[in-house]
């Protein structure tokens, strides 16, 4: 099982991560694409003193893999601990879906 524990992934204390670069450099920094070629789990930990995880991150850090598993095996393999939004999550899965590239409708 892969951790990917998102304070080791942020700026001091900042209680908000956002940005889809920013979810972009997580992703690239935890070699997220190599993982996805396997069958391994993947846990992804927030921290408490984190209050929001905005929909752009999410697209940032795992879109490729929302797109590459779809839905159904994306929730079964990915696990999330801490305060995500399930409302964040839910949109940034149907974005990532929605098109290759997500923001290129908008």
Do not use: C, Q, W
């Not at 940005?19 to 935890?30: F, L």
């Not at 070699?31 to 930990?45: A, F, G, H, N, P």
């Not at 393999?77 to 923001?103: D, M, Q």
């Amino acid at each position: 099982m892969k951790v990917i524990d998102l304070d080791d992934h942020r700026d001091s204390d900042v209680p908000v991560l956002s940005g889809r670069g920013r979810g972009e450099a997580v992703r690239k920094s935890t070699r997220l694409d190599s993982i996805d070629e396997t069958e391994e789990k993947i846990v992804v930990r927030i921290p408490e003193d984190v209050y929001v995880v905005a929909s752009s991150f999410l697209l940032g850090l795992l879109g490729p893999s929302i797109r590459k598993l779809e839905e159904n095996r994306f929730r079964s393999r990915f696990r999330f601990e801490g305060g995500v939004n399930e409302a964040a999550l839910s949109y940034a899965i149907r974005e990532a879906l929605r098109s290759e590239s997500p923001l290129s409708k908008v």
